[in-house]
């Protein structure tokens, strides 16, 4: 049942005569302070609040004067009083209300600066649980949601970007906040209690390992409202989570115009791909065009790389996204510039390979200080009509898994090698996703069809355009190895593979229909493994 309401109307403009802030982060606070006091508004706080307004010369009363309690248990109980929140919940055009805070001595607050202990940053800086536990703000949520509430009489800044806002529209009203302004405020302040509610409750999930727990909730921070979604008439905004995983969301853009929905989409893939690749062990490239690879390579040097994932499929690669897993030298940046690119991504970049860049004004070069860890655990979140879907993610690496021969000829070193490479790429590719590779570099890749035997052939279409391109006499395909995301339901999916050249097989394996396929795998003399691991890619 409904609680009744009296259908009392909020007043347009409040005059904000008191104002109660009680703030972790200070930065602004003095300055706003100062402005809300010119303003002729009498100062509450708390706290190492109160000691930073008062230290800068203003008068400040502190909250235990409004409540008649002290500060207790290390200031866990400062502002959970029913002098603060009368104070804040009060209905002022309600007579039982007005009544009620007269009889107690209830002083009303007009204003609520608050924010709050930093239990994101504490949770991601690795302490320990006491320390975590000790992160989560009680007292600030509380005043929060209470003047949220009652944003008829009320204003509740969370948000010290907010402060010139506030100063500038006390100064047009003459002292006064107006209905629409203090709902905006209310708006996003429960959107930041929620959000932060979901850090603790997120935390709390991991911490007790309950990998599904009753209600989930996910939250973010507006980084950037965007021109548009994946198409014109879509509107879209991109959110951090606070997740401190290098990739494009903790990027620093040092040039280029601003990313479009689709260029962090796929940039996230690309760098997600060329995570999985040891930069100790060998420089990678992979460049991606709608979220699926159209090349990748490994090799010495970038330079290296580039060329070969380049040579895979130079068409798609026009105005598509590099992702690389060392610096950016000046090498790699010669001849990536070289081809219409939207977006390169890296750990970091020379200063000399910057310069080479900067000469594309549009071309937009980010470095994240880091690659993403292929084996960390993660959640990933889908949206579909009326709700989630939510998993972890796909934290399987090609080289921790058991390889087992089931054909009667073992793959060659050189084919193993390849293998590895090429299951690793197909993971970052869409189902239905098939990946010829050879020497370190991807030749062929069918990606997103509705049967694998189509993938099979497009791959091998693609490595014939893209060897008539190079001036080839015979495909890449001819002498490479194949991998497939999940195990061929058929021999003919196979047997097109074999078709294109292929001469050794990694795949999941699984199929009612496994022995068929490892018969026409020997019957052609192929090597074939299987990993027992899926990586279907939706």
């Known amino acids: 049942m409904a609680v009744p309401t009296k259908n009392i109307p909020a007043p347009d403009l409040v005059p904000v005569r008191r104002a109660l802030l009680s703030v972790f982060d200070k930065t602004g606070l003095v300055d706003f302070a100062k402005a809300l006091a010119a303003a002729g508004v009498e100062l509450v ?43 804040l919940l009060g209905i002022r055009d309600d007579a039982e209300h007005a009544k009620a805070m007269r009889d107690h001595h209830i002083e009303p607050i007009d204003l609520v600066v608050s924010n709050l202990y930093p239990f994101e940053e504490v949770r991601r800086s690795g302490a320990g649980y006491a320390s975590i ?36 529209a006390l100064e047009m009203n003459l002292g ?13 302040a429960f959107a930041r209690t929620a ?41 879209a905004g991109f959110y951090l989570s606070g997740d401190k995983r290098p990739g494009v969301a903790t990027a620093r853009q040092l040039q280029g115009k601003q990313l479009s929905y689709n260029n962090i989409n796929d940039t996230d893939a690309a760098f997600e791909l060329v995570g999985e690749f040891d930069p100790a062990r060998s420089a990678a490239i992979a460049i991606i065009k709608h979220a699926n690879p159209c090349g990748v ?37 010669e001849e990536i510039v070289k081809t219409f690119t939207e977006v390169i991504i890296a750990p970091g970049a020379t200063d000399e390979a910057a310069a080479i860049v900067a000469a594309k004004k549009n071309l937009r070069l ?12 993660g959640t990933t979140v889908k949206s579909v009509a009326g709700g989630l879907l939510v998993q972890s993610r796909d934290n399987a690496v090609v080289d921790d898994l058991e390889l087992k021969v089931v054909t009667k000829r073992a793959p060659t070193p050189a084919e193993l090698a390849d293998l590895k490479f090429a299951f690793r790429v197909a993971k970052h590719v869409k189902s ?19 049967s694998r035997v189509d993938s099979s052939r497009i791959a091998a279409r693609k490595a014939l355009d893209a060897a008539a391109a190079a001036g080839l006499a015979e495909p890449l395909t001819k002498g490479s190895v194949v991998a497939s995301d999940a195990f061929f339901p058929f021999a003919d999916g196979l047997l097109s593979a074999i078709e294109a050249g292929a001469t050794a097989v990694i795949q999941p394996g699984g199929s009612m229909r496994d022995d068929d396929v490892i018969a026409a795998a020997d019957e052609h003399g192929i090597a074939m493994v299987f990993t027992g691991v899926r990586h279907f890619r939706h």
């Open 45 to 87: 706080s708390t706290g190492g609040t109160a000691k930073t307004i008062a230290e800068a010369g203003l008068a400040v009363r502190d909250v235990s004067e409004l409540t008649g309690f002290p500060e207790i248990m290390d200031g866990r109980v400062k502002t959970l009083h029913p002098s603060v929140h009368g104070a």
């Open 133 to 168: 536990v000790e992160n989560i703000d009680i007292g600030g949520p509380a005043m929060i949601r209470a003047s949220a509430k009652n944003h008829a009489y009320v204003a509740i800044v969370t948000d010290p970007a907010d402060y010139a806002s506030v100063v500038n």
């Open 176 to 188: 006064s906040l107006s209905l629409d302004f203090r709902k905006k405020l209310a708006a996003k």
């Open 195 to 235: 959000t932060y509610d979901a850090a603790i409750s997120g935390w709390f999930a991991e911490e007790l390992q309950i990998e599904h727990p009753t209600w989930r909730a996910f939250g973010g921070r507006l980084e950037q409202v965007m021109r548009y979604g994946e198409n014109p008439h879509q509107n």
């Open 297 to 333: 390579a490994e090799d010495s040097s970038l330079k290296a790389a580039y060329a070969k994932a380049l040579a895979c499929d130079p068409v798609s690669a026009f105005g598509g996204i590099v992702a690389m897993n060392r610096v950016l030298d000046v090498e790699a940046a």
């Open 366 to 377: 980010l470095v994240t200080g880091g690659l993403p860890n292929p084996r960390a655990v």
């Open 432 to 450: 239905n996703a098939i990946v010829y590779a050879r020497d370190g570099a991807t030749v062929g890749i069918g990606a997103g069809q509705m």
